[in-house]
């Protein structure tokens, strides 16, 4: 079973570039979240999905971040215009359900450093 | 609001030594628990999880947990630890609502370096 697949696996800006991360949940996996990862630090959720529908994106910067999941299979997130505080690890997961015990299995992630 | 905290930023063992990593969560109720394993260069992997019902939980590799309600704790154990346990170990929580929620909240995080 191929697991989650996340790219690019890096990328370097500069401030007020944009730039995307791509996601390819696991096959079957309606749940699909999108995690930021400061440098030692612990995951925190920026916006989750179920199917195409965003379930939760309170966390999501509105005004420099989006997500979308269109056909509720793979998604995108965007960072319009970036700042050196947006320097992470940009992980996406997925889980085959939203139920609240369920695991999550997680792709590699995005670095991403904003110079 | 859920929130998970690991005191200990990094732990150093010895190989062959027992490891307990700290994890207290905060949640009004009987959270899901999790502890998920950073290996170096790979994604986060599940170690362990708690339902309710038995207080300690086997993982994989030998880990094992213990959930305390009246502690507010979820401490990660192993007897014997190998040198591939070097690693970054996270707490996490889920809210218990018997429904759909799929939330999870992550503590900091443990880094563990073993040594000979």
């Known amino acids: 079973e191929a697991g989650v697949t996340q790219s690019p696996r890096y990328a370097v800006l500069q401030e007020g570039q944009a730039v995307s991360f791509w996601c390819d949940p696991i096959?079957?996996?309606?749940?699909l979240y999108w995690y930021q990862q400061p440098r030692d630090q612990g995951p925190q959720l920026l916006v989750y999905f179920r199917d195409e529908a965003v379930i939760d994106n309170s966390q999501l910067p509105s005004d420099r971040f989006s997500a979308v999941r269109p056909k509720g299979t793979n998604s995108t997130l965007k960072i319009q215009s970036a700042k050196q505080g947006d320097t992470a690890t940009y992980l996406c997961?997925?889980?085959?359900?939203?139920?609240?015990?369920?695991?999550?299995?997680f792709g590699h992630g995005t670095k991403l450093s904003v110079l | 609001a859920q929130s998970v905290t690991q005191p200990d930023a990094r732990v150093t063992v010895s190989e062959g030594a027992s490891l307990q990593l700290r994890c207290k969560y905060s949640y009004f109720g009987t959270p899901y628990l999790f502890w998920y394993v950073q290996y170096p260069r790979q994604g986060l992997q599940l170690l362990l999880k708690y339902y309710p019902g038995d207080p300690v939980v086997q993982g994989v590799n030998g880990f094992e947990a213990e959930f305390s309600k009246s502690n507010s704790s979820f401490h990660l154990r192993k007897a014997s630890v190998h040198w591939s346990d070097w690693a970054v170990y996270f707490c996490?929580?889920?809210?218990?609502?018997?429904?759909?929620?799929?939330?999870?909240?992550f503590g900091e995080g443990t880094q563990v370096t073993v040594i000979s």
């Open positions: 996490a929580v889920s809210l218990n609502t018997g429904g759909l929620s799929g939330k999870l909240t």
């Open positions: 997961a997925s889980s085959p359900s939203l139920i609240s015990n369920e695991r999550l299995f």
């Open positions: 096959s079957g996996h309606d749940t």
